[in-house]
């Protein structure tokens, strides 16, 4: 048997025999143990065999590893040493992995002073492009026109909506086709929902929602004559805006109508969200700039940007929604501040009067006026600037096609596509998209599974819409110290929560202190009417004649001053009320001793002197 599974290497044609391992005598000082050369069974049976992946030999472990000998539990001490290898080695590779990430992502350079990145056609540029990016610049001649369009998260897929009534989604990277309508009538805006297997369509009269496959899913009859389409991805909403000049939120998770907001500004002509905060900005034909949150009946900022209609806002999200640009028909482009709203930082005029603005993944700007798309880079749109001078230009693309409606990026990649009246034109913008994607946000190569896990993850880390605020920073920060108050009791320090509602009215200055000199009053009663002998009141009368006197005149209105402003005609009630309680006190007092204190002689007292 065991010359059998010796020769068993040597099975095949005999002419052809292979020797894989060549026989070598052993030395005397091997011949203790056996090398792999001796053994025929085991080389023949290396070759087509491995080891499994718990066997194998790992990297070590870095430096600083947590150590868990204290933990008494085998299976659980294992498994904790396990994951900090793992993440210590996860850290590790991202420290590596951060020397590609240059601060200069591919942007064009000029060699001399002569030359100018804005000379640069988009010839030379897909020429100069790989052949992978220059699949990104296309042509698409369509009818139905003017055309919007929207990209996915991944910047994967591609949605397009035409006024007409055309509507298609497919991959724009292998050109398949999703689903395509002719709706009919007309259509003003679309967006993708979580993923590109759903997506929202602002039609003539209602918001439809769609499957991948072109199937009508819902109706949304509550959002009526809608013109913009906004979707708030970590909160699953979708907000829409309308001629009426409603905006309205829609929890596409629950199918429940979450809020609507009267804008009491006639119907926004533009709108964009803040992908920071997930706030709403609305360009209005008043000029005004409104910034909303679902948890606000009214705008957290109003803002008066342009002389006319707004055209068009963008927010820029390589700063955390710091930057804001708008455009007016007015024909001025204007970068604010969000962080102080004191002004403008840079203006400059746009030919062609009001068009479209977007921001890229990595800062740059472009404007749509008139007939060309002009693109400016930071730090010049970002640095304060007093004079109407337009900022070095980066790249500017002409369209002979008339009206430009709207102007997209796509993620992660350097495209950018602009909607007009005869189709959509895909242009090369060189460094405006972000090289580096997180797979754990958006993968723009995702399998069925990992979208199906991703769809799901983001479901269970669903964002409550009542956290949508201006500053998004102030979750998980420290709550301010309480105020601490000595007055009861003689206790030590309580917080002002604990503190009883007389004693945290008393704080705030909102308590009626004509209560207190009513109460002293009836107190003082009640001693003299035990010095005289009178029966004690009992607790029932007590009750019955606490609330006599609550009702009049000076104290409805004394009751109606507990706010913490100073009244000068309410402290000169109190003031008055103080005195007359001093004034009894001392005529008590005097009476007491029996005294006539500041009392003006009557006609009796001659009888009481002649009593005496």
Known sequence: MDSLLAKANAIGPVAKRRRIHKYEPRKKSESAHAGPSDDKTLGSVSLHTALPKSLRPTSPPPGNIQSYKHIKDKKLRAQLTRQSNQSARARALVQDAELLLTEEAGLMEAEGDLEKTWRIGQEEITQAAGQESAHGRKEWKLDGGPYRSKYTRNGRHMAIVGKKGHVATFDWQTGTMHAELQLRETCRDVTFLHDHSHFAVAQQKYVYIYDRDGVELHQLKSHIEPTRLEFLYYHWLLASVGNAGYLKYQDTSTGQLLVEHRTKLGAPSAMTQNVHNAVIHLGHANGTVTLWTPNLPHPAVRLLAHLGPV??????????????????????????????????????????????VEWSQRGALAVASGGSVNVYTKPSIHTPFAATVSPPLYLTHPIPHRPLTSLRFCPFHDILTIGHNAGLSSILVPGSGEPNFDSAEADPFENKRARREREVKSLLDKVQPDMITLDPEFVGSLAPEPKLTTAVGGEPDIPFARLPRPERLRVQGKADETEDVDEAAAADEDEDDEEKGAKRPTKEEKEKKKMRGKNKALKRYLRKQRKNVIDPQALAVRAKLEKQKEERRKAMAAAAAGQAVGRKPSALDRFRRSAQ
Do not use: F, H
Not at 325 to 340: E, I, M, S
């Open 311 to 356: 055209a068009s806002v963008s927010v820029d999200p390589s700063t955390g929604g710091r930057y804001m640009a708008t455009a007016g028909q007015d024909g001025l482009v204007k970068v604010w501040d969000c962080r102080n709203w004191k002004g403008a930082i840079r203006t400059w005029n746009a030919r062609g009067g009001g068009g479209e």
